[in-house]
């Protein structure tokens, strides 16, 4: 089974992408790629830049990565109480080429942050928006205060409660794609 999974943040050292990085590791018998970001920097999506340079060969690669997986793992990062630039960039360049940006693939969506509500709202506005795109979500987890809660240098949850939380829910992650 391959697993696609990537953080929504261009940071160097995401947080969300050592979560998304994580949780793909945890599921069984998995493949895992993770993407990064950084290697799909475009211009800010308009109508008139999308004119002037027309579908962008890294928009089309995002989406073949995507639709190459069996499962998608994704950690949404909150900047001002919403998803990042980074991940919406990509994300709206991708949907001009395709409208189902995340090919109905079964999704774990989830978000951390250094504070204590983890991310929620990015993950809300994600569970909103993702859906219209091909966003087949199927769970979601939120790791509350990074800091505290994950363990930097052996890339794990160290908090034995959410960390038990998030291994049920990949071990009854629901694969099918249209359930």
């Given at each position: 089974?391959?697993?696609?999974?990537?953080?929504?943040?261009?940071?160097?050292?995401?947080?969300?992408?050592?979560?998304?990085?994580?949780?793909?590791?945890?599921?069984?018998?998995?493949?895992?790629?993770?993407?990064d970001?950084?290697?799909?920097?475009?211009?800010?999506?308009?109508?008139?830049?999308?004119?002037?340079?027309?579908?962008?060969?890294l928009?089309?690669k995002?989406?073949?990565?995507l639709?190459?997986?069996?499962?998608?793992?994704?950690?949404v990062?909150e900047?001002?109480?919403?998803?990042?630039?980074?991940?919406?960039?990509?994300?709206?360049?991708?949907?001009?080429q395709?409208?189902?940006?995340?090919?109905?693939?079964?999704?774990?969506?989830?978000?951390?942050?250094?504070?204590?509500?983890?991310?929620?709202?990015?993950?809300e506005?994600?569970k909103?928006?993702?859906?219209?795109?091909?966003?087949?979500?199927?769970?979601?987890?939120?790791?509350?205060?990074?800091?505290?809660?994950?363990?930097?240098?052996?890339?794990?949850?160290?908090?034995?409660?959410?960390?038990n939380?998030?291994?049920?829910?990949?071990?009854?992650?629901?694969?099918?794609?249209?359930?």
């Amino acid at each position: 089974m391959k697993i696609v999974a990537f953080g929504g943040s261009s940071s160097k050292n995401s947080i969300n992408k050592k979560l998304a990085t994580y949780a793909a590791g945890l599921f069984e018998n998995g493949d895992v790629e993770v993407l990064d970001l950084n290697d799909y920097e475009l211009p800010l999506f308009s109508v008139d830049r999308e004119k002037e340079i027309g579908k962008p060969e890294l928009a089309g690669k995002f989406l073949e990565k995507l639709e190459s997986a069996d499962v998608l793992v994704i950690s949404v990062a909150e900047h001002n109480a919403g998803m990042t630039v980074a991940f919406k960039n990509i994300y709206d360049w991708a949907s001009r080429q395709k409208k189902e940006v995340f090919a109905n693939k079964p999704l774990l969506l989830m978000s951390t942050s250094p504070g204590k509500f983890g991310g929620k709202n990015s993950l809300e506005a994600a569970k909103i928006s993702l859906k219209w795109y091909g966003g087949n979500i199927k769970d979601t987890f939120s790791l509350p205060s990074f800091n505290e809660n994950f363990d930097v240098e052996n890339g794990i949850i160290s908090n034995k409660e959410l960390d038990n939380a998030l291994k049920d829910i990949i071990r009854n992650f629901d694969y099918e794609l249209n359930s």
